[in-house]
Structures are given as C-alpha cells and as structure tokens.
C-alpha cells in the first residue's frame, strides 16, 4: 500500500472456513413386498462429505432393516413386518447433522386388502399443506379489513361538531336569540 510517498508492506494470512451444508434427500419412494416387507429408497447428499446419518421411523417408531447404499447416495432399506389390510403405514427418513435441525420426508401408504399398498410423499404432494394455507387465509383477512378500516378512519377529514339550537331548555334558546342580535 502507498500514500503516494512511502510504500508500507505486511504481510496477511487470511484463512476461509467452509460452512457447513444441510444434506438432503430426494427421490424418496416406498413400495411394498410380498405383503411382509416394505422396501424404502432415497437419494442422500451432504455437501459437506460428513457420513450418513440418516433414520427410518415408521408410525413413530424408530425401525432398523437391511440397508444398501452405493457411492452416489442412493440407498434402500428392507424392513420386514405384517400388514394389517386397510392400515395407514407412515414412514419418515430423517437425515440428521449437527450443525442443522434434521431433514425429513414423510412417506405415507394405505395397506389394500389384497396387500397392496398405494404410497403419497408429503414433500411432494400439492394438497399437503391445504390445512396451513386455510388457517394462514383465516389469520390474514381479518387482520387485512382491520388494517383498511383504520386506514379509512385516518383519512376522514375531521367534522366540525353542529349545534342544534331547537334542543336544550329555555335558557339555551334565550342564549342563542342573543348570540343572533
């Protein structure tokens, strides 16, 4: 650096910390084995390079199946159990990291009686957040006709108070004949 006269010289290290990522999930899908086992796939990336953390719950519950993953993040897991015809099965991966709160895809499908099963993922689905948006319209009507009703308000030229001189007793009629002359 120079002022125009005399040059100054130091030396500066300036050192980047990378950021941490979010990692996240994509291509979820969950299809139903020969009426015992549910398969669950997705595809699973963290910028970051961290491993893999990443849970399967099913209806709630923690559930631990056979996984397989490969190099590129796609991965599936086998969980094994009996289906009740007519049941509502909801599965939610989780893919945790410790900087962030988890990321979370929520499968859900209804068990047919003939043991099929027909699968809606939440991420995905339009129809998913309807009950959100609907209170959301609730809220903000109500609060958009207070705000133009006050607005209204304040935009009111101001009204000079009448007085009546019919009204009132006899003193207020001899007050306003005087007030006249």
Do not use: H, Y
């Not at 125009?4 to 996240?24: C, M, N, Q, W, Y």
Request: glycine share 8%; with cysteine.
């Amino acid at each position: 650096m120079t002022d125009g006269e005399t040059a100054f010289s130091k030396k500066l290290d300036v050192a980047i910390s990378p950021l941490p990522d979010r990692p996240t999930l994509a291509n979820a899908s969950l299809t139903q084995n020969n009426g015992s086992s549910l398969v669950v796939a997705w595809d699973w990336f963290d910028a970051d390079g961290d491993a893999m953390d990443v849970q399967l719950r099913l209806n709630g519950e923690d559930t631990i199946g056979q996984r397989t993953c490969n190099e590129s993040g796609s991965c599936s897991e086998t969980i094994v159990l009996n289906f009740q015809p007519g049941a509502l099965l909801s599965i939610d991966i989780l893919a945790r990291d410790p900087s962030f709160s988890d990321v979370v895809v929520r499968l859900q499908t209804l068990v047919d009686d003939d043991g099929s099963s027909a699968s809606v993922d939440e991420a995905s689905d339009p129809e998913a957040n309807s009950g959100g948006t609907f209170i959301a319209g609730l809220i903000i009507v109500p609060l958009l006709a207070i705000i133009g009703w006050l607005l209204f308000q304040f935009r009111k030229p101001p009204q000079e108070p009448v007085e009546d001189v019919a009204s009132g007793g006899l003193l207020a009629r001899a007050e306003a004949k005087i007030g006249q002359s």
